[in-house]
Each structure stands twice: as C-alpha cells, then as structure tokens.
C-alpha cells in the first residue's frame, strides 16, 4: 500500500478521499487554488499546496504544478477523484513517466474508452449491445443522412463528451446538419474534440449503470447497479440502488452484469468503472458509454454492498488481488443519493458563504460534502455542494427516509435545490419506481 498520495482535486471528493486514507493510514497531500486556500480538504490532509489561481485551467487542471507537488512532497501516487484529470489519458501517461502511479486504469484504457465512437466498437466486440446508430460523421450533410437511414428521433454525441455537453436531439432528418454544427461547436469548446457519431434515441427509457471493480490479476466483480434516470439537461439529480426498473428481473439484471464484466475484461480494466446502459421496459438493453473513475453517486452502492469503493481504488492500484468473486457480492436493502447543488429555483448557479449549516444525522444516513459555517462556495467550479444518502430496508421506507434527511438538512448563505428534490420525491411517477428519463419534463408539466 501506498505510503502517501495526492489527491488531484477539490471539495467533497477530495474530502471522501482524504477520510479514506486516514482510515488506513495513508498520509495525503492537498492542492489547492487561491479561491480554496480555506477549503476544507486543505485543512484535513497532511500536507497541502497551492497550485495556482482561482479558474480550473490555472490550478486544477495545471499538470506540471500537480505533478511537480507530488514529486517533491513524496508522494507515491494520484488520486484524481471525478472531473479535472480523472479520464485524462496524458495526464495519466505523465504520472507514469514521473514514477508516479495514478489510481485509476491505464492510459491506454482511459483513451479506448473514453472516446465514446471507439467504446462502442469496443463493446460491440465483445458482443456486449450498443444503441442503433453510426460511427463518426463527416460532416453536416453526412449527419442528415444518417438521420434519414437511422431514423429519427436521434441523438447526435460527441466522442469526447461528458456531463451532458455536445448533445444534440434531432427530431426531423432536415434539423440533423443544424445541430450537428452545434454540437461540434460545444464539443470542441468544452474537450477540444468536435467529432461526433448518432445513435436512435430510445425513449421511454432508464438510465442504468452498473459498477464494476477489477484488480490487476484479471479479476472482476459487479457490485450491483444504479438507476440514475432523475436527470436535467442530461445531468444527474437523484440516483437509486438497486434499480427499481429491474425488480423481479433478475435474469435481465444477471445479463447485464455479465455484459459489464465482459467489456472490462475484453480491455484488461483495473480499478474502478462504470458501464452505462439505457433500458427498455420491453427488456433490451444497449451499451451507452464507460466512465473510466470513481462516479459522483458511489455512496448508494458502498451502503448497499457494503464495500468501500475508494479504499479499494487504492488497493487495487497498490496491486492487491480482490479477496472476493462475484459469488461473493451481495445487494441489501435499497439506497438514494440526493445531490444537493448550489442554484437558485431558476436553476441559476449560487455563491456565497455558508452562514448556517445542519446536517441530517442517524442510522444510514450520509452527507458527503466539504461545507462548514464560514465556508465559501465560489463561482468557479461545479455546483455540487453535497450528497445526501440514505439506506433502509425497502424502497419505500429509504423515500421517507431521504424526506426526513431533506426536512432537516439547513444550507443558509446560497441558494440549493433540496425543495425540488423533495418535489421529486413526492411526484407519483417517481414513487411508482416506473420512471423514465423524461421524468423531469413530466415534473414540470404539473
């Protein structure tokens, strides 16, 4: 095991990580910005150092201050946590180059599977099912008549896409070389890759993950999945374990573990991942894309299986064999991850300090966040304050459960979306446990 690491990043994943090797003895080392310098992962970690300005390109996202604090601080690894460098292949190359080891796959995975055109061809090889569609496009005229052989309504995605950036809806083949241009444009802005592919865009659907952990020996186990359909403009809110699309489906539910575990071996993954598929209540389910890291909602399955995600994220890049198989996993109880962003009811991004702050508290229930009185939350970074989890027995007692957790929970000084999240809980669709991932427009409807 590693003696000391750094962790490459900010606010409650760089808290999770941080708790995660204190408990097993890890010393760690913090970067910062100059907007984070009273942040709360700075004060926990053993060692921290500014790395640069307040905006992402200046701190976060500055390789050579990162690397050159890891060198000269000892530490033996990077834990990039999610966003910033988490599926940056260079970045993981350069840790390499440095003697250093990023916790996360190689970088040659890390490119595979982060272009979302090749991820496909990838999982088609390994006759794991993708959505209908096409490879890359040429071009805009290229875009309309794919539309027209594909038939619409499409999705037109970008290959280096991610957090709902660079996707177009094509309802009309003759709307198809439009919003191939702005996809491309946004693509190009926000990852600096504007190529795209289609795929049919299957509605009503649900959007489900499974999450997989694999060492170094070629092993590989599911841990369950995570409906996670509560979404807005293609980000999510609110994610579940198990699935409740999938109840009494066990058969469907086995295939598609198997399908993940079958893609993580077909490119010799380790560590941790996520196989996203969307759902069909007609029992087809089809390959969307792999996430090469830890994702934001890991807390429900680590309370429904009751393994430590991060912690084996570290062991399994020190190099230890998982002392568990498959047979070995089982899912209890039902969990709910509610996050909790910085916005106004307008959904406009919020800053400020926090001037009030109560957390929910009992058994099974879980905030994961960086916030304290007096902390600040600045304009610079993403709007994730927190996210709140619960567990009980059953679906239905873990939505009361998370009700109580939002009643309670205080955040004064910015404005959160705790209210829309108990709009959500309340709304019958939800509750049916039949939702789709039109739920949100169903919602606004009302």
């Known amino acids: 095991m590693f003696d000391k690491i750094l962790i490459a990043n900010r606010g409650e994943i760089a808290v999770r990580v941080i708790r995660a090797c204190k408990e097993m003895g890890v010393k760690t080392v913090a970067v910062f910005s100059t907007a984070d310098s009273e942040a709360l992962h700075v004060s926990l970690a053993d060692e921290a150092y500014c790395v640069g300005g307040p905006r992402v390109g200046e701190s976060y996202l500055n390789e050579d201050a990162i690397l050159t604090v890891a060198l000269e601080s000892g530490a033996k690894a990077i834990h990039p946590g999610y966003g910033f460098f988490s599926e940056n292949a260079h970045f993981a190359r350069e840790c390499e180059k440095s003697g250093l080891v990023f916790v996360g796959p190689s970088p040659e995975v890390i490119e595979r599977m982060g272009d979302k055109d090749a991820a496909r061809r990838t999982a088609r090889a390994a006759g794991v099912p993708v959505v209908p569609g096409c490879d890359l496009l040429s071009g805009p005229e290229d875009a309309e008549a794919e539309a027209k052989r594909i038939g619409c309504p499409v999705l037109i995605k970008a290959r280096a896409g991610g957090g709902g950036r660079g996707i177009r809806k094509v309802l009309r083949p003759e709307d198809a070389a439009a919003a191939y241009t702005e996809a491309k444009a946004e693509a190009e802005a926000a990852f600096g890759d504007g190529e795209c592919y289609m795929e049919k ?246």
């Open 201 to 446: 865009f299957v509605s009503p659907a649900h959007h489900v993950e499974v999450q997989i952990l694999a060492d170094q020996y070629g092993n590989v186990v599911s841990l369950g999945e995570r409906e996670c359909s509560v979404q807005r403009r293609n980000q999510k809110l609110l994610e579940e374990s198990p699935a409740p699309c999938l109840e009494g489906k066990q058969d469907i539910r086995e295939r598609m573990y198997k399908a993940a575990r079958d893609l993580a071996a077909a490119v010799g993954y380790v560590g941790v991942g996520t196989i996203e598929f969307l759902y069909s209540d007609d029992g087809s389910f089809y390959f969307m894309e792999m996430n090469t890291r830890l994702q934001v909602e890991h807390p429900i399955t680590e309370f429904v299986t009751g393994i430590d995600l991060v912690k084996w994220q570290l062991r399994v890049a020190s190099g230890v064999e998982l002392p568990f198989s498959q047979d070995d996993i089982h899912v209890t109880n039902h969990a709910i991850e509610c996050r909790i962003n910085a916005e106004t009811p307008d959904f406009k991004p919020s800053c400020g300090e926090i001037t009030m702050l109560h957390v929910p508290n009992g058994p099974w229930t879980r905030f994961d966040s960086a916030l304290y009185i007096g902390a600040k939350v600045p304009p610079f970074y993403d709007s994730l304050l927190g996210k709140l989890v619960v567990m009980s027995p059953t679906r239905e007692e873990a939505i009361r459960k998370m009700r109580s957790a939002l009643g309670e929970l205080v955040i004064e000084g910015v404005s959160e979306n705790s209210e829309l999240q108990l709009d959500i809980l309340a709304n019958p669709e939800f509750n049916s446990g039949c939702y789709h991932t039109n739920l949100m427009e169903h919602l606004y409807e009302q």
